[in-house]
């Protein structure tokens, strides 16, 4: 009996070493690394919170958009007229006119054309002179204007993100217009071009000197509205062009511009403009051929607006291509400079 517990004894003495050792072991392999850890997890949690509450305010903060005077829109649904401020304006004319997908310094180039567009507008003296005293229409006939719920409605679940992008691209330019020799412009502009744009005495009658042909190589790869066909009959293209057309193809007599569209197109006995056939026959673009197939006649076109001035996806290729709004407008408008509404037209801003 005393044998057995001096051996228990003994192998109790041996085994309270051993477990200090396996406690202390465990300690520094479990509690030490955490205790290592935690200062440095604290940091970064504190860290990202700051970045996430810097970024949240940021996104809160509202832009600020400073109408020097309104703008006066006649809307074409209701006749009624609608005062709007000059920055809202271009805001929601850029969200009708130019995707708002689109890079943002095209959009930008875009603000700063409509700003400019209705600038020179006004400053020739329009103030007022349309129905119930409305300085400009909603439509083609000056510049597209859509309110606040037609976007919603065209828009849906993307309008919040479409609109405060458009309104980011309106007020990195508010205040800010295109001159030439220290005058606001007629800042021309369209869809897509042929490659090239369109000097402007060849589509209008004024020649103007900002307005002349440039090269647009980036709209064939991008713009989805670059080639288009339209096919007639005999019979159609001789009531629409009221002509008389025989068999024979080289009816079609066509001259060209510089820029590649037609110029004149001679049919029977008679001779348009590119421009008269393309409104004529709700072509795309004044750039066409002509080819006979059986009875039918298909007009091919290449590019898609009248071809004067900016090529809005001419300036999206730009702005993918890193190019800014000013190396954009410059481009598109030769010799002209980028100004301010005070220093190119302070007699308007007087008169509001």
Same mark, same amino acid.
């Given at each position: ?94 969200? /009708? +006119?130019?995707?708002?997908?689109? $890079? *943002?310094?095209? =959009? ?9 567009? #209705? ?80 000097? /402007? +005495?060849?589509?209008?009658?004024? $020649? *103007?000197?900002? =307005? ?9 790869? #991008? ?130």
């Amino acid at each position: 009996m005393a044998k057995w517990q001096y051996k228990k004894t003994k192998q109790s003495n041996w085994k309270l070493p051993f477990l200090v050792i396996v406690a202390t072991l465990l300690t520094f392999m479990f509690i030490v690394p955490t205790i290592i850890v935690i200062p440095f997890k604290g940091d970064n949690a504190t860290q990202a919170s700051s970045e996430q509450q810097a970024e949240e305010a940021t996104a809160a903060a509202p832009v600020t958009l400073d109408s020097p005077f309104d703008v006066n829109v006649l809307r074409s649904e209701t006749d009624e007229v609608e005062k709007v401020p000059l920055e809202d304006y271009v805001v929601h004319v850029v969200a /009708s +006119e130019m995707p708002a997908d689109f $890079e *943002l310094e095209a =959009l930008k180039a875009q603000a700063l054309a409509a700003r400019t567009y #209705i600038t020179q507008y006004l400053s020739q003296g329009q103030q007022g002179k349309l129905e119930g005293g409305a300085d400009v229409t909603d439509t083609v006939q000056h510049q597209v204007y859509k309110s606040t719920e037609e976007l919603r409605q065209v828009w849906g679940s993307d309008y919040h993100w479409k609109m405060d992008k458009i309104t980011e691209a309106v007020a990195a330019t508010q205040g800010k217009i295109i001159t030439y020799s220290n005058q606001p412009i007629t800042p021309a502009f369209f869809s897509t071009s042929n490659g090239y744009t369109e000097n /402007s +005495e060849d589509y209008w009658e004024g $020649e *103007l000197p900002y =307005l002349r042909t440039v090269e647009s190589p980036w709209d064939e790869e #991008i713009s989805p509205k670059f080639f288009d066909q339209k096919i007639f009959t005999k019979a159609e293209l001789e009531k629409k062009l009221d002509v008389t057309i025989s068999s024979q193809i080289n009816d079609f007599q066509l001259t060209r511009t510089e820029s590649k569209r037609v110029a004149t197109a001679k049919i029977g006995d008679n001779t348009f403009t590119g421009r008269d056939i393309r409104e004529l026959l709700g072509l795309p673009s004044n750039d066409f051929t002509i080819s006979k197939k059986d009875d039918h006649y298909v007009f091919t076109t290449k590019g898609y607006g009248h071809g004067v001035g900016m090529s809005q996806y001419g300036a999206n290729g730009m702005a993918k291509e890193g190019k800014t709004y000013e190396e954009i407008i410059e481009y598109y408008y030769q010799g002209v400079q980028v100004s301010t509404l005070e220093k190119a037209t302070p007699k308007l801003l007087v008169k509001k």
